[in-house]
């Protein structure tokens, strides 16, 4: 059973095949030949979060390649509280072909997964957000061409997003630059395990706190909110911790000239990114969007056993 839980599960050359295959679907889609490689497949969407780019993008994936998508809020499924996990995975497995699931504890989605027998997708997890991370590496990968030797700073709270972003950066050979402050970094055990993806590939990883210093000569400075979802009621105490790590103009201006400026989005403007950086010329905010769709296309075939050979 092939689930996509977390990037530390593949191989760069897994990463990176799938990537050029969401690329090559992202073409197809945009000549108005997008193939039925997932004809008659339907996914089950569970949320337990709220979402915009991950429903719509998963939605519109399925749908562009000939498949369904089925759509469940947290209010239909009560995930673990009116079904237990592991037999609510088992009921899935017997109506749809893949589950994509977003979850708050990370071990629900390994829950899913132990349970099912149809390949689960990790929509993101309090720990981790592998799908955009994907869909942020291809879209480096259509900047520059590669990964490789490039230098990818994340600025802000070393959360979800921040993990996946540094595992697929250090699988692919780029530097990984983390701007954080003091006890909001990623975990040592974390950076431990990126820096032997990093060590394979000729990556590096380095942290700071000092945002400037991080931003300097970067190819890519990227940034989330300073609230994650389930943490709404540290919200004030991080509204006065963040605001030295602000994406603006003046750190965009230490990052190389033709630097690029991400953000998984939702974006809150005037804390984590100015208006100013995020509808800038180096802001791929929209582009990086799209390519979730893109991404996940290549995911969803990958997952789905038999199906990965015709698509290349
Ligand atoms: N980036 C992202 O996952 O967005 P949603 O929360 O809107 O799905
Ligand atoms: N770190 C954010 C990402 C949202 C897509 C969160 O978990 O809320």
Sequence with gaps: MKHFLDIADFSAEEIRGMLTLGLELKAEQKNGQSRPLLKDKVLAMVFQKPSLRTRVSFDMAMRTLGGDALYLSPQEIGLGKRESIADIARVLSGYVNVVMARVFAHDHILELAKWSSIPIINGLSDYNHPCQAMADALTIMEEFGDLKGRTVTYIGDGNNVALSLMKVVTKLGAHFRIAAPENFGLSANDIEQSLQFAQLSGGSITQFHDPSAAAEGSDVIYTDTWTSMGQEEEAKMREKVFPPYQVNQTLVNLAKPQAIVMHCLPAHRGQE????????????????????????????????????????
Excluded at 287 to 306: D, T
């Design 273 to 312: 990114i100015t208006d100013e950086v995020a509808d800038g010329p180096h802001s791929r905010l929209f582009i990086q969007a799209e390519n979730r769709m893109h991404a996940q296309k290549a995911i969803l075939i990958n997952v789905m056993n038999g199906i990965e050979d015709d698509a290349k």
